[in-house]
């Protein structure tokens, strides 16, 4: 089929999905419970079983010492995880990914790849040490020991992603969904654990103080560029073996190594003692390293997640296209529902017109729209299942409710990304946060 403009790919040139990013839709018979007839699916439950009996101990005990400290800790990483999980699986809008897998990568991100790298890391930088000196090992052994130990068991854990639900991988965009959630369980793990360090280091008994500058440090400062950024890269180098079927298995293999060793260097880099700067010196100093070596890797990881999700989303759309039939969804609409900030705009005008019922009838549209392409991906031959007809019907039944409302058309008339409103309460909480980092690092 020739696109029509308004479309992914329109003026009659192929969408890129068919240009450069093959998708494989999740076939309809892979279940969750055909995972329990794998080996590997008991693997990773015994290993998950495992780190978590040796992180509740760890738990405990650091509860006995610093009951308020360490309950602190968790509730403020607890929350601070939540924004970061909506935001990760929300991602994939077109096929969302199974709860239970990505509750598994958290899993194996916070339980499995912490155990497992606190003793290795402590054995590499002791290696460096004799093999060295103590003060090349104090220097430089946190940057060498944390990825070479860190980024492998944590790409292990999509590895194992893999093994237990192979058909459930297939974008690149999967891969960086399942290693964001592993790098996060482990940034979330982590990062309890230094805070309650931090208190025991501080030698001020059961105090908060140190558990709100680790917050502020580990989880604004360094969280927003840290684990799950690291993870993500990993994980699209093993998506792209799995679905990059187009290339050779020896370029497969070269871009998952050229992935795993980019965050293996953008974590070497962070941990490194380049620009170091202590914290206590100058809170404004380490701040400004913090961003000098966050913000050149997060950009190139967003990149890729856009150019991602772009792929990803001309697929699908193109799915909807084939059927040439308005009523299911207009070339306008087609290009809303492939760009997030789009669909978030028609959901506001909607609103802005009808009130609550069209923006509610907008959502359910769109999210209508989006089941019906992937089922008509899995189905491509005759476009006839029970699983199409019940989203067609779907969807119809939400273009009845739009034209009721005098909205027939879940489109938007602002291809911004956000209002200004948005765009100047997000500057003023990142404002706010800097500030509160400022304050914190001063005690």
Not at 144 to 153: D, Q, S
Request: with cysteine; aromatic share 8%.
């Amino acid at each position: 089929m020739t696109a029509t403009a308004g479309c992914p790919g329109g003026h009659g040139v192929p969408p890129r999905s068919a240009r450069t990013a093959p998708v494989h839709p999740t076939p309809a018979w892979a279940v969750a419970r055909k995972s329990l007839l794998l080996p590997a699916f008991w693997l990773v439950a015994l290993l998950m079983a495992v780190g978590a009996a040796r992180t509740v101990l760890l738990i405990r005990h650091a509860v006995a010492e610093f009951p308020v400290a360490t309950i602190t800790a968790l509730a403020l990483f607890a929350v601070y995880a939540v924004p970061f999980w909506l935001f990760v699986a929300a991602l994939d809008y077109l096929e969302r990914e199974p709860p239970l897998l990505l509750a598994t990568a958290f899993g194996w991100g916070g339980l499995v790849a912490t155990t497992i790298s606190a003793p290795g890391s402590t054995a590499i930088q002791n290696m460096l040490a004799k093999a060295y000196s103590p003060g090349f090992a104090a220097a430089w052994g946190s940057a060498i020991a944390g990825p070479t130990v860190e980024e492998v068991v944590k790409t292990l854990g999509i590895v194992a992603i893999v093994l237990v639900a192979r058909a459930q991988i297939n974008s690149v965009l999967d891969g960086v969904i399942y290693g964001s959630l592993v790098g996060l369980g482990f940034q979330v793990v982590e990062d309890v654990v230094y805070a309650v360090n931090a208190v025991a280091a501080a030698g001020r008994g059961d105090d908060v103080g140190p558990v709100v500058a680790t917050f502020f440090v580990r989880g604004f400062l360094a969280g927003l560029w840290s684990h799950t950024l690291f993870s993500a890269l990993a994980g699209a180098g093993v998506a792209s073996v799995l679905v990059r079927t187009d290339r050779t298995v020896r370029f497969r293999i070269g871009v998952a190594v050229a992935c795993f060793l980019g965050a293996w260097a953008c974590h070497f880099v962070w941990n490194s003692p380049l620009l170091a700067v202590e914290v206590g010196d100058n809170g404004y100093a380490l701040i400004a390293v913090l961003l000098a070596k966050g913000i050149p890797p997060m950009l190139a990881i967003l990149l890729l997640v856009r150019t991602a999700r772009h792929r990803e989303a001309d697929y699908y759309t193109q799915q909807l296209a084939a059927l040439d039939d308005l009523a299911i969804a207009t070339p306008a609409e087609l290009r809303v529902l492939s760009m997030g900030h789009m669909r978030a705009n028609a959901r506001r005008y909607a609103y802005a017109r009808v009130g609550v019922l069209g923006r509610r009838a907008v959502r359910r549209l769109q999210r209508a729209q989006a089941r019906l392409a992937l089922e008509l991906s899995r189905a491509p031959a005759t476009h006839e299942s029970a699983a199409v007809s019940h989203w067609r019907d779907e969807v119809l039944l939400q273009r009845g409710r739009l034209r009721a409302l005098g909205h027939p058309e879940a489109v938007t008339l602002d291809d911004r990304r956000g209002s200004m409103r948005r765009r100047m309460l997000i500057l003023t909480i990142s404002l706010l946060l800097l500030a509160a980092a400022c304050t914190a690092l001063s005690f």
